[in-house]
């Protein structure tokens, strides 16, 4: 349990379908807080707001809402923002710019803020120390499941606890956070070091993640520490454990992301070394796990690495075609840019049917790698976007 924090879920009647909606996260005492934004250069109003606000590094709350983005809504998309913040700052009984906000779904519709106002005494009432899960079913969209991870970490006599939450199936891509997440922590930190840590580890996950290739115009990433646990970030070993617990989980999280993608069927992770440089690699990772041909192969358990050599030579990395090496887990399909033949196609096809592989790819050209998460293309994935406002 991560001390000092409570949260709930309820149903507010947002979405169409009734299902939960609307979520609030609130720490008993004031907690530092720190935040990484989408670098879409266009901004949906509580984005806007948060970035302003989360200047001071501090907050008591944040408070959600899933089926509308409140994106493109203009001057009444942003009073509906501070309208959202102002009913739970009046309930909380504290200053409005103490409270953050987030909103995903629909673009370019205005959100009906009187159905969030109407829903605050029940998401008052549902509050509990046990109440993230609930929090993270009302700020789904096309997620299959809620994604909720807690953590408990000892050092020495007394412990630490984290809770992560996150929403993401769609609009993915590695450009800052790529879809909401919200971490909870008892921790004392002060809010440079927390968001140094916070930037770390979304360069570790969030940022090395693709479903679709798009980035979102709501993507939030928050963090709230508020020192319930009596430990302090100030400690080397706390500082040590705490930036070891962030980074595992976010990356966790992270693969539970694409795991829940919009008809996603595979995880693959993609990873490139023996490059000239690390930017090379990571622009030979991206462009592979970006392209639509590669996924589609993956969906298709078709070892088709004439894609992959296709992608790679567009990448605009330095390579020699004639030292590139191709492997599917343990399984080298291509050796020195040449076919290795009829049975390790058979058996990289067999690594293809599992639900969870990697490719690997080892260009001899010097130490730089890197490494991301992909996913396959199905005929869902179509499928749940070209209805989704239907």
């Not at 949260?7 to 909606?21: L, Y």
């Not at 450009?175 to 971490?183: F, G, I, P």
């Not at 976010?250 to 070394?273: H, Q």
């Not at 990395?317 to 840019?337: C, E, K």
Request: glycine share 8%; charged share 25%; net charge negative.
């Amino acid at each position: 349990m991560c001390q000092g924090f409570r949260a709930s879920g309820i149903v507010a009647k947002i979405k169409k379908n009734h299902t939960k909606d609307l979520g609030l996260i609130i720490s008993d005492v004031p907690a530092t807080v720190a935040g990484v934004f989408t670098k879409n250069r266009i901004k949906a109003a509580p984005v806007v707001l948060d970035m302003e606000r989360i200047k001071s590094g501090k907050c008591r709350a944040v408070v959600v809402n899933s089926g509308n983005a409140n994106c493109c809504t203009g001057e009444q998309g942003m009073k509906d923002a501070l309208q959202m913040t102002k009913a739970v700052a009046d309930k909380l009984g504290v200053a409005e710019d103490m409270v953050l906000v987030s909103s995903t779904g629909v673009i370019g519709q205005y959100l009906p803020v009187e159905k969030v106002e109407a829903g605050i005494p029940a998401l008052f009432e549902a509050l509990s120390a046990d109440g993230f899960m609930d929090f993270a079913e009302a700020i789904m969209t096309t997620d299959t499941r809620p994604k909720m991870l807690s953590r408990t970490i000892q050092v020495a006599e007394k412990s630490f606890t984290l809770n992560c939450v996150a929403k993401g199936a769609g609009m993915i891509r590695p450009d800052m956070a790529t879809m909401l997440s919200y971490v909870c922590t008892d921790v004392e930190a002060d809010a440079q070091t927390l968001k140094k840590l916070l930037i770390n580890a979304v360069d570790l996950s969030f940022n090395r993640i693709t479903i679709d290739g798009d980035t979102s115009t709501n993507d939030t990433v928050l963090i709230m520490a508020n020192g319930a646990s009596g430990l302090s970030l100030e400690d080397t070993s706390v500082n040590e454990a705490f930036k070891g617990a962030l980074d595992a989980m976010l990356v966790e999280m992270a693969k539970m992301v694409v795991k829940d993608g919009e008809g996603v069927t595979k995880l693959v992770e993609i990873k490139v070394f023996g490059a000239e440089s690390d930017d090379d690699a990571k622009k030979m990772a991206d462009t592979v796990a970006h392209s639509p041909l590669v996924k589609t192969a993956f969906f298709g358990e078709d070892a088709n690495w004439g894609r992959i050599i296709g992608a790679l030579g567009r990448s605009g990395a330095f390579l020699d075609p004639d030292t590139i090496d191709i492997s599917f887990n343990d399984v080298m399909l291509v050796q020195n840019g040449r076919w290795c033949g009829a049975e390790a196609e058979a058996a990289a096809t067999r690594v293809m049917k599992l639900p969870e592989f990697a490719v690997a790819i080892d260009t001899h050209l010097g130490v730089g790698a890197f490494s991301c998460w992909t996913c396959d293309f199905s005929i869902d994935y179509v499928k749940i976007n070209a209805d989704y406002r239907s």
